[in-house]
DNA sequence: CAAATGCAAATTGTCTGACATATGAAAATT
DNA sequence: AATTTTCATATGTCAGACAATTTGCATTTG
């Protein structure tokens, strides 16, 4: 593990690429113990605070752990799904926010997405999975219900969906592209016609995932898709009917 | 943006995630500049050091950029495409192999969401991404190729055929599965016998995608799943029978 | 002897103050 | 007017100190 002090980037990011790296070849195991702070900053011939920010950038991607007292220390840290998908989530949305990425090209990679479900939720889901689904539906009928609210039942829906294909790793790749949606698809006023439209439809994959029928999951993905898609369109061409500024 | 000094968590854990806060809110926008380490240190009435901690963890989520001098300072970043991925490829790749996920259930993610881009490649796929995948068929024919290099060629070519449904989030989402994969490929030992099998279904791919035919971009990814499970089945079997300590 | 107590050591967390370095803008010079 | 110099501002790094937390060990106590 070796630094440049007269490369011009950060020491401070150096010293953290270079554990990255041991971590990442495996040369770093899980709840492998790092030297303390002190003997890091002897090794890399740097001064305390560098090390600490070192450390704290890596931290910040869960790459380890820290621990005071006497037999504390920084750690390599088991990264659990559930930490990935946070992170995964994060990135996603901003990515979307920040890049102006249209709600139609959202829109089409999530269903796309969640349509490489379809086949293993069929064949999978669990009477627990079914139960979720239907759960969010009946929340979703309720009177009364906030946009906002809607929004997050859907998305908890559509996570039920997800994980009743039984693969963890599906299930965290799809975190991303479900939970990334919620803010774009909050900006949608959903009129009570809308929901019901919606809700018929989810009751239609619902039924589908009871009988075991990947096709008809994804056929009420993509029915879905363009009812969201078309929803969409309309809710934007009237506000820029409204403000024609840009 | 409060922090609580009696809380336990550490106070540039807590400044970070205020920072954090505001910028996915919409309250600090892109390109923006954050007061000064000495304001902030000031507002959060805590010392330069601890500041800059917190920076140091923003900045190691991408989600801000320093820069010195007179004019320099913090500033909120664009998140894009190249950093996203490579955040989601390393998150992915550590995942992978921290939770002894099993090359199945990986190798099944990975599919079922290729499959996804499969419709979307067929109708949009240009002639430059046909000329990607058909050059790195040929790379893949090559004899004296290492076994790591043909993985390589084998990623380069789903990159390509990825990119060819023409929706940036897709590639970004699935710029984890394909690459994270990538390790465990490297795992496998490939005769000449199974290269060609796998080189023939990537020209069965091809074809269809020139064809502009999405059921049979997919049906060939399913045919290239099982062959893959099946290779890594044997390969794995071999190395059990070897050596059977666990 | 067992349990509670106290203490020392190790380690991270935070603070203070200083200097180095980079950079842009203003001031001085040509 | 163009160029150079100076200066103010900001981040990057360092050194040293103390606070807070935790563990292990020795000591005391029941």
Redesign the pocket.
Known sequence: MKID?NN?T?????IAKAIRDEIIAGRLIVDQR??????L?EQF??????V??A??RLAAQSLIR?????????FVNRISFEEAYAQQITTSTLLLSMNAVSFETACEARFALERSCAALCARRRSAAHLAAMRAEIHRQAQPGLTDEAFCASDVSFHRALVDGAANPVLSYQLAGAVEAMQPLMNMITFTARDRARIIALHDRIANAAEAQEGAGIAAGLTALEEETQSLAAGVFAARAARSPQE
Request: net charge negative; no cysteine.
């Open positions: 002090p011009a950060d020491l401070s990011a150096q790092l030297p303390s702070e002190a003997e900053a011939d740097v001064s305390r605070s560098t600490r920010e450390l704290k820290t621990q005071r007292g006497a037999t504390g220390g920084a």
